[in-house]
């Protein structure tokens, strides 16, 4: 199993411009998330999916959205980029609703200037 | 929504030390809190978590306890090594998959 991979690992990107953040799990997980990592201020939720077809807002979704049309794959679409979204973003996934554990991929670094 | 504090920002210790972070949750019904490690530059990883009809679980050197009426659960590693340098961070979550997460503790371990 890959796990949970994202593409592309690096991104820089102009204000305005739009672009989309790939998340993939090979792991048959029910749950996806979306999370943003700024320094000192640990890992905050964007979206959530508890299944395919089945999405919702979490801490700070301004400026995203996210569709999950599979049980695989959680594309993170940001809609007309800002510098205040340069951070690290990290998908994550988990089984279902007794297995809590969420695995995390690996990362994408974005810039936004 | 639920708000975790997570103390101290950063700690150093001396190889073979003990090392302690503190947390505390605002949200009386979360009953899950994981610990993840996030060395530079790569992917926060689980190392312990507890739920919250457990009051203390321990992995070799590893350890967490938890404080259900004051709200608050820590994490303890003995014998500290070189590795376990890394930030790490608590969580929280009502069991609905949803993690808060604190600010993190960056921990450095002087041989």
């Known amino acids: 199993n890959a796990g949970v991979t994202q593409t592309p690992k690096f991104q820089v990107l102009k204000t305005g411009q739009s672009m989309t953040l790939q998340c993939a799990q090979d792991?048959?997980?029910?749950?996806m998330s979306w999370y943003r990592q700024d320094p000192g201020m640990g890992l905050r939720l964007i979206h959530y999916?508890?299944?395919?077809?089945?999405?919702d807002q979490g801490e700070v979704p301004n400026g995203y959205n996210v569709s999950r049309s599979t049980t695989e794959d959680f594309p993170l679409r940001l809609l007309s980029a800002a510098p205040s979204q340069t951070s690290v973003y990290f998908c994550?996934?988990?089984?279902?609703?007794?297995?809590?554990?969420?695995?995390f991929g690996p990362g994408t670094r974005l810039t936004v200037t | 929504g639920e708000n975790v504090e997570q103390h101290p920002s950063t700690l150093s210790v001396q190889e073979g030390d003990s090392a302690v972070i503190k947390c505390t949750y605002s949200?009386?019904?979360?009953?899950?809190f994981p610990w993840y490690k996030q060395e530079l530059g790569k992917r926060p990883q689980l190392i312990i978590d507890?739920?919250?009809?457990?009051g203390e679980k321990k992995d070799q050197r590893i350890a967490v306890t938890l404080n259900k009426t004051a709200k608050h659960f820590s994490l303890h590693i003995t014998e500290t090594q070189p590795e376990d340098s890394a930030v790490y961070f608590c969580?929280?979550?009502?069991?609905?998959?949803?993690?808060?997460f604190g600010a993190g503790t960056t921990v450095t371990v002087r041989a």
């Open positions: 507890i739920r919250s009809n457990v």
């Open positions: 792991m048959n997980h029910e749950y």
């Open positions: 949200d009386s019904a979360s009953n899950y």
């Open positions: 969580a929280a979550s009502r069991g609905d998959y949803k993690l808060s």
């Open positions: 999916s508890v299944g395919a077809g089945i999405t």
């Open positions: 994550a996934s988990s089984r279902d609703r007794a297995n809590y554990e969420q695995y």
